[in-house]
């Protein structure tokens, strides 16, 4: 059984950093797509950053150059190191696996491409 866990959530001011950690477990994480997503209160979830089972990432436009997805595969751990936050950065932030590939990269940040979800960690950041 797949199990997604995220850590490291919290609350920071403007311009700090915070790294959530997804720990995964019940398949071979290595031939799997990662990826993070968020929903803030009254929006839609969208997909932040994405990984895929060669190391491709991929990172949405309001994140890059902030953030980045690194992984580490002897432990069957995702991170999103989050730097330079921002109050619009405040959600609820999910760690999301699939074990397809997509023929499009830009579909590792849609949500329909993934089946296994994390019950998610908030960040807040205040201005």
């Known amino acids: 059984q797949v199990q997604l866990v995220e850590s490291g959530g919290g609350s920071v001011q403007s311009g700090g950093s915070l790294r959530l950690s997804c720990a995964a477990s019940?398949?071979?994480?290595?031939?799997?797509?990662m990826g993070w997503f968020r929903q803030a209160p009254g929006k839609e979830r969208e997909g932040v950053a994405a990984i895929d089972s060669d190391g491709v990432t991929i990172y949405a436009d309001s994140v890059k150059g902030r953030f980045a997805i690194s992984q580490d595969n002897a432990k069957n751990v995702l991170y999103l190191q989050m730097d330079s936050l921002k109050p619009e950065d405040t959600a609820m932030y999910y760690c999301?696996?699939?074990?397809?590939?997509?023929?499009?990269?830009?579909?590792?940040?849609?949500?329909?491409?993934?089946?296994?979800w994390g019950q998610g960690t908030q960040v807040t950041v205040s201005s």
């Open positions: 999301a696996a699939d074990g397809n590939l997509p023929y499009a990269r830009w579909l590792l940040l849609q949500e329909d491409q993934y089946i296994h």
């Open positions: 019940g398949y071979t994480y290595s031939d799997y797509c």
